[in-house]
Nanobody, 120 residues
Framework: QVQLVESGGGLVQAGGSLRLSCAAS????????MGWFRQAPGKEREFVAS???????RYADAVKGRFTISRDNANNTVYLQMNSLKPEDTAVYYC??????????????WGQGTQVTVSS
């Protein structure tokens, strides 16, 4: 099992930027795929971005070109840099650890979430 703790959420104006962090512990991090998901009020949780053990990345169409996922294996941390934020990006963002190294999942372990609010 992997323990995950997200940070970096907050309130930002449209067009602004935020960087989310997710600190992981409990399993070999470097070979584990990591993902970011989000859930807006009244909506299902949705995929945002993922990064495999060998750093292949994948993004949802809604965030391509604006968000960047990266990982620091030395510090067991995954990041989500979010630029050009839009009000529709408002959601609780969750970090997740994959069962293996593939960034297609499945994802077994989840953080508690961090709120991102984008004002218009």
């Amino acid at each position: 099992q992997v323990q995950l703790v997200e940070s970096g959420g907050g309130l930002v104006q449209a067009g602004g930027s935020l960087r989310l962090s997710c600190a992981a512990s409990g399993r070999t991090f470097s070979s584990t795929a990591m993902g970011w998901f989000r859930q807006a009020p009244g909506k299902e949780r949705e995929f945002v971005a993922s990064i495999s053990g060998n750093r292949n990345t994948r993004y949802a169409d809604a965030v391509k070109g604006r968000f960047t996922i990266s990982r620091d294996n030395a510090n067991n941390t995954v990041y989500l840099q979010m630029n050009s934020l839009k009000p529709e990006d408002t959601a609780v963002y969750y970090c997740a650890a994959g069962r293996g190294s593939s960034n297609y999942g499945p994802y077994d372990d989840w953080g508690q979430g961090t709120q991102v609010t984008v004002s218009s």
